[in-house]
């Protein structure tokens, strides 16, 4: 298979500072930002001076066709059915996927059509000259994958039983070539019909495109019908044999036989001269004969090679099977040969013709200008069986590189990003890379569009990428100073480091303030507090607050002290902890065992030697600015501290005594 | 079909050096021979200048984002050997770090792979390359890899957090070893690899007939083979690859340029490569489906019109 080189594409920058030089950096998906500029030498600091003070960077973005309002609405759509279909291919093969294949297949292109319609309707509204050629290019380009489209559909997805392509071929291009059926609205309008100019021209093209219904209402309205030629016309007309459903329940060799008979009867009345009286007549005959030259004559009617290779196989050939019309394809290209070069798209609707789907696929991507129609009609295409699934140098089969290629082109819109996910999804081999990269580069302008970021995440088992993102917005809570967020931001992505940070500030906000911000959000912790340390301190400290709150004494005093001997809690906070003590010491009920007091003390003890041993160290070395962290007491804490060792020994004491004592009845 | 959607007006006084768009593609940074960065905002299509940041004292080379959940930070590096962190809090943009170990002009830097934290790589024309790397507290961790390149280095570039061919150690999870391409003024290629905090010159890749002016390792997309790409005076860009399996690097010259190739970087998903050249051209290209690397498009320079829509002074 010969390659067809894609030819670059060539933009133009119009900036003058450019011509020192041209570089570029990525954006997000197909965007490009360029700017003027090199590298200097580095040796030698030589810098061309700049043409103009102003430095300009143009953006520069590609494949975008897909952004805009009304091919938004296509991809959305075609979204919707290339997702059922997967879904049916997962759970059918073979025959029973069929229908619904083809169904997809006609889905397709009903969507298209809407979204061509859409575009015209566009290009009539629009006053502005440059986005109206815009559109018309868009409702061109649309018009040309219809036609590929349904070319492809009869060809390699819908393929008739027996390979008969003659029904669906003329249905192909009555649908694409609608002069014939334009006109001869127009014509009957008219009191006499025959009088217009295009009359017969008319009806040559509507019995070119076997539409013998029509041309015998229009003959019916000469003024010549009653005679015998005309009788003799329409009566061909009205029994030519046509292989529809009329016919399925019989076999080809019986229609063929039947149309053979038809033919010999037109052949004799034409040889006849039945019709020589009536040039017009004649010639309609001859189409009916299947003969050469008038289809040469009519070539303009024929408007193209492949609307005279359909009108030609209807009356030459209507038996002809899918697999050799290509034979027949030459006679009809020499006929319009203008240059040798075929068109854009005669190339690819020969492709077709000739079964070759890899040259459809590959031109197709060259001349349309974006991904849509090859990575939906590949997709379908592997469905049917059509494309056989060897692997390609890249890495995958090409069903996977073109929805890779659409893929990447939605994912730098503001809201189709999630419609390239789903379609990345569904490649099987590097699908899930591709949303990895791309999910983290997601813009998350508001926690709602975290969120649903997050969501795709989490369902795709992503958690690497899930904790980044938590980690962008934990950051961005934190600077704009709603620490609650931010917490449960990283309690989100287990992130340690910040946990800590934050519960931290907490405690240091409660022992400023003397109470907690962000309540619930503590109270509500549950086993994400083991995250940190400091996080478990913080939320068992709240807990110590609610059992004093309800009056639970015992249980408060037991969890303080645990607090204290499992050296959960921070040094700095150890002087709050053992201030709360007071109250409990000083209580009526006794609360503290004497065990549990000598542990109270010992904590103190190991406190204040501390503090005294840092001090003593600290003025030893004469360091100004040493650490602050165990600074010597305030006078605040000394009277703390003393009230703490009065109360301690009372209360040791006290327990001293009722545990002593033996309860006697 | 590409198009020009849009152009930005940077005011820079002085010839652009490099531009580099965040993370998210809402912030551009541009910096330029008149030692200033820029930072614009560019969500949906307008510009805004965020803020200027002035601290070099020569033309400044190149920028970089480190990844956001670090915050907003960016580094530069300049002409007047110091590399600089820069980080925004409460809405404005200053000084995180200052870096001048260098003994002559910084042309690279690059962040890592947000896997192995915050390491910023710096590649100087004294032919050391500098890795910065954040310990969390506030402290910057140096190490220094000494004459990687004789005459000097020109570019860095940071592989992938998973490398396909690491190991994996036994909790099943591949061992996440840094990796680091650099080019340089000897022609060289070279690829250097952490292992116990220390880094080690892992390859020296062969190939280029002139000095290489940029190099950059490919985004892993879950194959086990490795690619770089580098560019050099020769005109030359040369893909290296490593199917993972061996040590030993292929190359393929992509293509054969006009004039001095002088920067390339891959897309995202890295199935694309940008390059751009002296030639006035931005080329892109593409691995196609049969392992051929083709052009795809093509941007170049004007003959100097000026259109309507241009600014003029």
């Known amino acids: ?25 990525w954006g997000l998906g197909n965007q490009l930002f360029l700017f003027p500029g090199k590298k200097g030498n580095l040796i030698a600091d030589d810098r061309a001076p700049a043409q103009t003070p102003y430095q300009e960077i143009q953006e520069v973005k590609w494949d975008t066709d897909m952004h805009n309002d009304i091919p938004r609405k296509l991809v959305n759509e075609s979204h919707n059915i290339f997702m059922l279909l997967q879904t049916q291919a997962a759970e059918a093969s073979g025959s029973a ?44 380009i649309s018009e040309m994958t219809e036609m590929i489209w349904s070319l492809c559909e009869i060809f390699f997805i819908d393929v008739p039983a027996g390979g008969l392509v003659i029904t669906q071929l003329i249905e192909w291009l009555r649908w694409h070539f609608t002069d014939g059926e334009k006109m001869a609205v127009e014509i009957l309008r008219e009191e006499k019909p025959e009088d217009n100019l295009s009359y017969w021209d008319t009806i040559y093209r509507l019995v070119l495109q076997g539409q013998l219904e029509a041309v015998r209402h229009l003959l019916s309205t000469h003024s010549g019908r009653g005679r015998s030629e005309f009788q003799s016309i329409e009566e061909l007309l009205r029994k030519m044999p046509v292989y529809s459903k009329l016919f399925r329940g019989h076999s080809i060799s019986e229609f063929d036989m039947k149309w053979r008979h038809w033919w010999d009867e037109c052949k004799m009345r034409l040889e006849q001269g ?6 017009n007549l004649e010639i309609i005959a001859r189409i009916l004969c299947g003969e050469e030259e008038v289809f040469t004559d009519l070539r303009d009617l024929c408007e193209t090679w492949y609307h005279m290779l359909v009108s030609k196989m209807l009356y030459q050939n209507p038996t002809v099977k899918a697999a050799d019309l290509h034979y027949y394809v030459q006679g009809c290209l020499d ?73 990447s082109s939605l994912m730098s819109h503001k809201s189709l990003w999630q419609v390239g996910i789903d379609y990345l999804d569904h490649c099987t081999e590097f699908g899930r890379k591709y949303i990895e990269h791309y999910i983290e580069h997601i813009p998350l302008e508001t926690e709602k569009k975290a969120l649903k970021v997050l969501g795709v995440c989490d369902r795709r088992n992503m958690a690497e990428q899930a904790k980044s993102i938590c980690k962008v917005m934990g950051r961005r809570c934190m600077q704009h100073g709603r620490l609650g967020s931010a917490l449960s931001w990283f ?41 940190s340390k400091r996080l478990t301190f913080l939320g068992k400290y709240r807990e110590f607050h609610k059992l004093y709150g309800d009056k639970d004494h015992h249980a408060a005093g037991s969890l303080l002290l645990s607090l204290l001997t499992a050296r959960l809690a ?56 040493s650490q602050d962290r165990t600074k010597a007491f305030t006078e605040l804490e000394k009277e703390k501290i003393d009230l703490l060792r009065l109360a301690l020994t009372r209360n040791l004491s006290r327990a001293i005594v009722t545990e002593g004592t033996i309860k006697t009845l | 079909m590409v198009s020009v959607i849009n152009s930005i007006d940077t005011a820079h006084e002085d010839m652009i050096h490099d531009a580099q768009l965040d993370y998210y593609g809402t912030k551009l940074a541009t910096c330029s021979s008149d030692r200033s960065i820029k930072i614009f905002d560019v969500k949906s299509g307008q510009q805004t200048l965020i803020t200027n940041l002035l601290g070099h004292e020569g033309p400044v080379w190149q920028v970089a984002w480190a990844h ?36 002559s002009s910084v042309n690279s830097v690059c962040f890592s792979s947000h896997e192995f934290g915050l390491n910023l790589a710096c590649g100087s024309s004294d032919g050391s390359i500098s890795v910065i790397s954040s310990t969390g507290d506030g402290n910057w961790d140096i190490k220094k890899i000494n004459n990687a390149h004789t005459i000097g280095c020109n570019a860095v570039s940071w592989a992938p957090a998973v490398t396909p061919n690491s190991l994996m150690d036994h909790s099943g999870r591949p061992q996440m070893v840094k990796r680091l391409v650099s080019g340089g003024c000897d022609n060289l290629v070279k690829i250097y690899r952490e292992e116990d905090g220390q880094w080690s010159e892992e390859q020296k890749l062969e190939g280029h007939s002139d000095w290489v002016r940029d190099c950059a390792w490919a985004p892993s997309i879950g194959l086990p083979k490795s690619i770089i790409a580098s560019c050099s005076q ?77 600014k003029t002074s």
């Open chain 1, 491 to 531: 309690l989100r992505s287990k992130d340690v480091a910040f946990a800590t940070l934050i519960a931290e500030k907490f405690l240091f906000e409660y022992s400023e303030n003397g109470s907690f911000s962000n309540l619930d959000l503590i109270d509500n912790l549950g086993s994400t507090m083991l995250l």
């Open chain 1, 335 to 407: 006929e319009y040969r203008v240059s040798s070069r075929l068109g854009e798209l005669d190339g690819i609707l020969l492709s077709t013709i000739e079964f070759d789907i890899h040259q459809v696929i590959k031109d197709s991507s060259a001349v349309l200008s974006n991904w849509w129609f090859v990575a939906h009609l590949t997709d379908l295409l592997q469905h049917c069986g059509q494309l056989e699934t060897h692997r390609l140098e890249f890495g995958s089969n090409l069903r996977e590189y073109l929805l890779l290629e659409y893929a």
């Open chain 1, 274 to 279: 039945e019709f020589a009286t009536n040039k």
């Open chain 1, 570 to 625: 921070p040094r700095d906070f150890w002087i709050t902890l053992l201030t709360d003590c007071i109250p409990l010491l000083e209580a009526d009920k006794m609360i503290f065992s004497s065990m549990q007091t000598y542990e109270l003390m010992h904590c103190l003890e190991e406190l204040t030697k501390e503090t005294l041993l840092l001090s003593a160290s600290q003025n030893k070395a004469k360091t100004p600015d």
């Open chain 2, 68 to 103: 956001p959940m670090f915050g907003n930070i960016l580094a530069s590096c300049g002409y007047d050997r110091k590399v600089i962190i820069w980080k925004e809090s409460n809405g404005t943009w200053g000084k995180l770090y200052e870096y001048s170990n260098h003994d």
């Open chain 1, 97 to 140: 996927l069929h229908p619904h294949l083809v169904k997809a297949s006609k889905q397709y292109r009903a969507v298209l059509k809407a979204c061509s319609m859409g575009m015209v309707h566009l290009t009539e509204s629009t006053t502005d000259d440059a986005l109206r050629g815009h559109f018309e290019d868009q409702v061109q």
């Open chain 1, 1 to 25: 298979m010969v390659e067809r080189e894609r030819e670059p594409y060539i933009l133009t920058i119009s900036d003058p500072n450019c011509a020192v030089g041209l570089q570029s950096t």
């Open chain 2, 234 to 310: 020769d005109c030359r860009v040369i893909i290296w690859t490593n199917d993972g399996t061996s040590n030993n690097w292929s190359s393929k010259v992509l293509h054969k340029f006009n004039d001095v190739v002088w920067h390339l970087s891959w897309s995202i998903t890295g199935n694309i490569l940008a390059v751009s050249g002296g030639d006035n051209k931005v080329s892109l290209w593409k691995e196609s489906v049969e392992g051929q690397w083709v052009c795809i498009s093509d941007v170049n320079k004007g003959q100097g019109q000026v259109t309507e829509g241009q």
